[in-house]
């Protein structure tokens, strides 16, 4: 999951580079709708097309939004950037059920909250060299994608084993690619298509599609909750050091202390304490 993480920024900087922004998402989510059916079918789950078309919609919607912001920010961000960023959905997702009133937060969740936003602002504050208007059209794009993912987060996180979330999954992805296709004219192709970025899209498409599957599936449930709230870090870490090392990618030192406040910030919200911390401060 973590090595998927960082795979899918840089392989993803590297299709939008190639491919623009529109096509390679599309194709993206039409290759991982497709792969999800398909492995649906090789491991005998029977699928029911009786969905709530309208969820398939909102879903399908939300997934684009999301897939075309993380696509525009490791357009003009690149993907270690991105993905530290995008790390911080843990820090929408508390801010959005605060003010939902789905929980309270307390000492250790307005810590974790001002690590995120004081991350955020290195971040943003500080890049290499003069800050460009495509470097803060990124850093808004990134933020987008964290938002909106942060929003649905516990809502998706309660539908994962309802009935027909298979279905409406892989026809969410199928309508969202669809819906990308049509970005294509505003987002051109940057120049002669190569094969390797889209075998590179493909292959990462189609992993997604698998870890759809087990999430969706009852063997998601064995997976440490401590291990599954360490991942997505490990993957921040790591899609930083690709993007720096594979793709001659930039980043100040301000930047990285950055990077480690989201990544505090986000794994005290998941639970991961110090045994140090005084009970009261708990969330």
Do not use: N
């Amino acid at each position: 999951m973590a090595a998927f993480w960082a795979a899918f920024f840089v392989g993803l900087a590297v299709a939008v580079g190639a491919l623009g922004i529109g096509l390679a998402a599309a194709i993206f989510a039409i290759v991982g709708g497709l792969s999800l059916l398909a492995m649906a079918k090789i491991v005998g789950r029977e699928l029911r097309w009786h969905l709530d078309w309208a969820a398939v919609l909102m879903w399908a919607a939300l997934g684009l939004t999301i897939l075309v912001a993380v696509a525009t920010s490791v357009a003009h961000l690149g993907s270690a950037l991105s993905a530290v960023v995008v790390s911080s959905i843990p820090l929408f997702a508390t801010v959005v059920g605060q003010m939902r009133g789905l929980e309270r937060v307390t000492g250790l969740g307005a810590l974790s909250i001002l690590l995120g936003i004081s991350g955020l602002l290195l971040v943003a504050a500080f890049p290499v060299g003069y800050p460009s208007w495509g470097f803060l059209g990124g850093v808004i794009a990134a933020l987008v994608a964290a938002i909106a993912a942060g929003s649905c987060g516990r809502h998706l996180a309660a539908r994962l084993h309802s009935p027909r979330a298979l279905e409406t999954a892989i026809a969410a992805a199928l309508i969202g690619g669809l819906g990308a296709l049509t970005l294509t004219p505003f987002t051109p192709v940057p120049g002669r298509v190569d094969g390797w970025p889209i075998a590179l899209l493909v292959m990462l498409a189609i992993c997604c599609g698998f870890l759809g599957l087990f999430a969706l599936s009852s063997a998601s449930d064995s997976v440490p909750r401590r291990t599954a709230a360490t991942l997505p870090g490990v993957g921040t870490v790591l899609a930083a050091i690709a993007g720096v090392v594979l793709l001659s990618e930039v980043v100040s030192f301000a930047q990285v202390l950055g990077m480690f406040a989201i990544l505090a910030g986000t794994a005290l919200l998941r639970g991961l304490v110090p045994r140090w911390f005084p009970a009261s401060w708990r969330s």
